[in-house]
């Protein structure tokens, strides 16, 4: 039955198993082979729970969806330990299976391998070391938008090179990976954030004087103790208030030391919001949202994108919300593309700030004013506050 609607939708490089053990032995031994896994909950001699944690135990990199019958509550039971199992679970699958529900698990499967197999040509240390020293370093923003009254009310600072005589800056595949893998994302970041606290009296000009920036911090950096130090130092020196500062960690690494844990604490006893990036794709259980201190989670793209029709994006971030409400957390949707997913956050979390390329890709400094005028005067006056066009 999959194999027939995966060919429907094009998808002709199929293999099925009747038998799980046969499956996981396949998948062993050629686990680079498979972009993803289907797997049923309720099979004879092994159950999908047991197939989840042998995936997880091989550290299978492709993506994996449920496909079951039973009971939403068991299903979603699953999808919890798959996660803890760290799995990368695409969706589940409810029978009896629709051509749309694959196409869904297929778009989301693209975005993950978007976001890990990219093959950017990467800069070589000694090329990144060069641009950091002749400052090519610069600041990109993204808005995040409260869709209600249309105000930004926070902007992601994004890190480009832009080199001289090139017309187009270089995007952060090329050298983030090196600056982490060579212990230079440290003057990276302090660069950026230099940057960046240069242009906030610019930025409080085109947007208010209460608009908050973010900047993204990878986990090594929080494992040094003194990087707290550094930006509180800089941020002082240029008379930011650091309330309107929020760090973002990224949710691809697992928080795990006590230096981590210590730096996330100092930050905000120092009065720096701290925001959960990319939450879907990594670690994080539900466990851990309850007790580490973020101000901010921001939902990933794979489960905002399509969310207007894909009931298990709309669980999860229901879920999300109904906890997030108790604990004073703002969330983020970030990555919306399509306006019938700007129209269905909009309608449904209007405390929900919006993020994405269908309102504003990131631009340097130059360009925002133009494009927020453009906004006010184009599609944002054009939603209702109903969600739906004027």
């Given at each position: 039955m999959v194999r027939s609607l995966l060919s429907e939708i094009g998808e002709n490089n199929v293999h099925t198993f009747s038998n799980?053990?046969?499956?996981?032995?396949e998948l062993r031994r050629a686990p680079n082979k498979y972009d993803i896994v289907f797997t049923d909950l309720n099979m004879p001699s092994v159950d999908g729970m047991a197939v989840i944690r042998a995936?997880?135990?091989?550290?299978?990199?492709?993506?994996?969806?449920?496909?079951?019958?039973?009971?939403?509550?068991?299903?979603?039971?699953?999808?919890?330990?798959?996660?803890?199992?760290?799995?990368?679970?695409?969706?589940?699958?409810?029978?009896?299976?629709?051509?749309?529900?694959?196409?869904?698990?297929?778009?989301?499967?693209?975005?993950?391998?978007?976001?890990?197999?990219?093959?950017?040509?990467?800069?070589s240390p000694s090329e990144l070391i060069d641009c950091i020293t002749h400052r090519q370093v610069i600041p990109y923003y993204q808005p995040k938008l409260n869709s209600q009254n249309n105000r930004v009310e926070g902007l992601e600072v994004l890190a480009r090179i832009q080199k001289p005589g090139e017309s187009n800056a270089i995007l952060p595949g090329r050298f983030i990976p090196t600056a982490i893998e060579n212990d230079l994302i440290?003057?990276?970041?302090?660069?950026?954030?230099?940057?960046?606290?240069?242009?906030?009296?610019?930025?409080?000009?085109?947007?208010?004087?209460?608009?908050?920036?973010?900047?993204?911090?990878?986990?090594?950096?929080?494992?040094?103790?003194?990087?707290?130090?550094?930006l509180e130092f800089l941020f002082e020196a240029h008379g930011i208030d650091k309330s309107r500062v929020t760090l973002e960690i990224t949710e691809e690494y697992a928080?795990?030391?006590?230096?981590?844990m210590e730096s996330l604490n100092r930050l905000r006893i120092r009065g720096h919001g701290v925001s959960l990036d990319d939450f879907g794709t990594g670690f994080t259980n539900i466990q851990q949202l309850r007790t580490l201190p973020f101000t901010e989670i921001k939902i990933d793209r794979t489960l905002i994108s399509k969310i207007h029709q894909d009931q298990f994006s709309q669980v999860i971030v229901q879920s999300l919300v109904n906890i997030m409400d108790k604990f004073d957390v703002?969330?983020?949707?970030?990555?919306?593309?399509?306006?019938?997913?700007?129209?269905?956050?909009?309608?449904?979390?209007?405390?929900?700030?919006?993020?994405?390329?269908?309102?504003?890709?990131?631009?340097?400094?130059?360009?925002?004013?133009?494009?927020?005028?453009?906004?006010?005067?184009?599609?944002?006056?054009n939603i209702s506050s109903d969600g739906t066009n004027r």
């Open positions: 799980p053990h046969k499956a996981l032995e995936l997880g135990k091989m550290k299978f990199t492709g993506g994996v969806s449920i496909v079951s019958g039973l009971d939403a509550r068991i299903i979603e039971l699953a999808s919890s330990i798959a996660r803890q199992q760290q799995v990368c679970l695409l969706g589940n699958i409810a029978k009896p299976i629709k051509k749309d529900a694959l196409q869904l698990t297929l778009d989301r499967l693209t975005h993950f391998e978007e976001r890990k197999f990219l093959d950017y040509q990467r800069m440290d003057l990276l970041t302090m660069q950026l954030a230099e940057m960046t606290a240069s242009d906030i009296k610019e930025l409080s000009d085109i947007f208010g004087e209460d608009v908050t920036i973010s900047l993204n911090l990878s986990a090594s950096q929080l494992a040094d103790l003194e990087v707290p130090n550094r928080l795990k030391s006590s230096e981590q703002q969330l983020v949707a970030e990555g919306i593309e399509q306006i019938e997913e700007f129209e269905y956050l909009h309608s449904n979390y209007p405390e929900m700030l919006l993020q994405g390329f269908i309102i504003c890709r990131p631009r340097p400094i130059e360009s925002l004013r133009s494009w927020y005028n453009s906004w006010l005067k184009g599609i944002g006056a």
